[in-house]
């Protein structure tokens, strides 16, 4: 009867640890999966992460390059405005250059007009550079002694010139343009003009003594010997004073036909 107890007893007790077995088996299986379940999500996550990180930096290097072609927008904008500005400086400069080239151009033409300060035969006037420029070529001509072209050019200045500063001196050298042409007459009238107009001018004396002159060559002894005696009258110092008195000291000295 014991032995029977006895396999019983071993039988329930082997039952037993099988069951105490196969629930530990199942306990440990289910922690397996349990962390297969838990690294299977935590690998998810991680994935997540490093999915999400790689867009990131995806976007990042989008950014960068996005940056970079901007970057290489401005500069190239930047060096096309330097060479814009070079070009504007370039472009200022030949206009301040020739706005210069001009105002010195405008300046050139405004000086050949505007009068100018001359001083001949004792005075002094204000005359403009073409009529300053046409009573010279008149002057030059009668030096080459050109008499007929200085006598056409004189007339023609005091004509288109009544009021000129040079009216006493352009009356003294038409008068010596008449005498270059023996118009002998002419020359006496145009000298007794420039005494009425300017009997104090320097020009006078010689005027006077060109009258004595005229006289003589027209024969006119008297006229010519009252000519001389009012220039040492009315210009006793002057040169032509002097040659006058000699003129007539040496009239005196010969004897009469």
């Known amino acids: 009867m014991l032995r029977p107890l006895v396999v019983a007893l071993a039988a329930l007790g082997a039952t037993a640890g099988a069951q105490a077995a196969l629930f530990g088996d199942d306990e440990a299986r289910k922690a397996i999966l349990d962390l297969r379940q838990q690294r299977t999500q935590d690998q998810d996550a991680l ?12 976007q990042l290097r989008r950014s960068l390059l996005e940056m970079n072609a901007q970057l290489e927008q401005l500069r190239s904008e930047m060096a096309s405005q330097r060479g ?18 001009l105002q010195q151009g405008i300046d050139d033409r405004v000086s050949k007009l505007e009068p100018q300060s001359v001083t001949l035969d004792g005075k002094t006037f204000q005359a403009d550079p073409e009529e300053k420029r046409q009573f010279e070529e008149a002057l030059a001509q009668l030096r080459q002694a050109d008499f007929a072209g200085g006598l056409a050019a004189l007339n023609t200045f005091l004509k288109r010139y009544p009021a000129t500063g040079y009216k006493e001196s352009a009356l003294y050298w038409l008068g010596n343009a008449y005498y270059g042409q023996r118009d002998y007459k002419q020359s006496i009238s145009v000298f007794r003009s420039l005494l009425t107009a300017a009997p104090q001018h320097m020009r006078a004396p010689e005027a006077m003594l060109s009258i004595a002159n005229c006289h003589t060559e027209l024969k006119e002894t008297k006229a010519a010997r009252k000519a001389l005696d009012d220039l040492i009258k009315n210009y006793p110092d002057s040169e032509a004073a002097l040659v006058a008195r000699e003129r007539l000291a040496s009239a005196s000295s010969k004897p009469k036909g």
């Open 47 to 58: 994935n997540t992460k490093l999915g999400a990180l790689s867009t990131q930096v995806d």
């Open 84 to 101: 814009q500005n070079e070009v504007l400086a370039r472009d200022v400069s030949e206009i301040q250059r020739r706005q210069k080239d």
